[in-house]
């Protein structure tokens, strides 16, 4: 059953650890994104990777940092500097980052964060 | 930077009642349209997308989209919305500058029995 998995579903972590989000597909795909979903905001980028060992700050990259070592692994670490860690998270990938249809997205379930 | 703006935020609708929700952006160039839909604990996923073609885009379960390039809108409609269409909806546009998506805030409809 193809498709992208993030784990754990819920996480609870105390403030100034950093914790990190699982994220793993079975798509093959070579792209892989991480969002930040806040009420009234949407989804914001915070890293994207298009290859394997390479990828690029998105929009709100300050506090967070990933690693792309395999390519079906884009695991995200939200450190102890990222002021407002509380919030959903989710991952996507597409098979590349170019022209349609190559550059459709396909989203996870979702990681919701909660920093005490 | 290119923006997209959802200008409702909550919708509550009846039954059978028409829907419009708006969506503008604010880049120039040629760009790539979508609306993603979030149900209530399921993965986000793709209702709709415009590429290139006829402006009127159909997607799944009823909803449409029309680009109107010179009001830069991608507003989705569907003229009878169910109950199971309670949903947060996104719209995002990717120009063909970069690679990346801008998503809209969201806007979550409530559709009542």
């Known amino acids: 059953d193809g498709g992208i998995t993030q784990s754990p579903k819920y996480l609870f972590r105390k403030e100034g650890q950093n914790v990190t989000l699982s994220c793993e597909q079975n798509?093959?795909?070579?792209?892989m994104y991480w969002y930040r979903q806040d009420p009234g905001q949407g989804l914001r980028l915070i890293y994207y990777?298009?290859?394997?060992?390479?990828?690029q700050k998105g929009d709100i990259a300050e506090g967070y940092s990933v690693s792309r070592e395999k390519k079906e692994s884009f695991p995200l670490t939200v450190t102890s500097a990222q002021k407002n860690p509380t919030a959903f998270y989710l991952c996507?990938?597409?098979?590349?980052?170019?022209?349609?249809?190559?550059?459709?997205?396909?989203f996870g379930p979702g990681t919701r964060l909660t920093v005490l | 930077a290119q923006s997209v703006s959802q200008h409702n935020h909550h919708v509550i609708l009846s039954e059978a009642a028409s829907l419009e929700l708006g969506c503008n952006y604010s880049?120039?160039?040629?760009?790539?349209l979508f609306w993603y839909v979030q149900y209530p604990g399921q993965h986000l996923q793709l209702l709709l997308k415009?590429?290139?073609?006829?402006?009127l885009v159909k997607g799944i379960k009823g909803f449409e989209a029309e680009f109107i390039k010179s009001k830069f809108s991608f507003n989705l409609r569907k003229p009878s919305v169910q109950w199971s269409d309670t949903a947060e909806y996104f719209c995002?546009?990717?120009?063909?500058?970069?690679?990346?998506?801008?998503f809209g805030g969201g806007t979550r409809l409530m559709v009542k029995p």
């Open positions: 995002a546009v990717k120009n063909n500058a970069g690679n990346m998506l801008t």
């Open positions: 798509l093959n795909h070579d792209a």
């Open positions: 880049y120039g160039g040629t760009v790539n």
């Open positions: 415009y590429f290139s073609g006829d402006p």
């Open positions: 996507a990938s597409s098979i590349d980052a170019g022209a349609y249809p190559y550059n459709e997205q396909f």
């Open positions: 990777s298009q290859i394997v060992n390479d990828f």
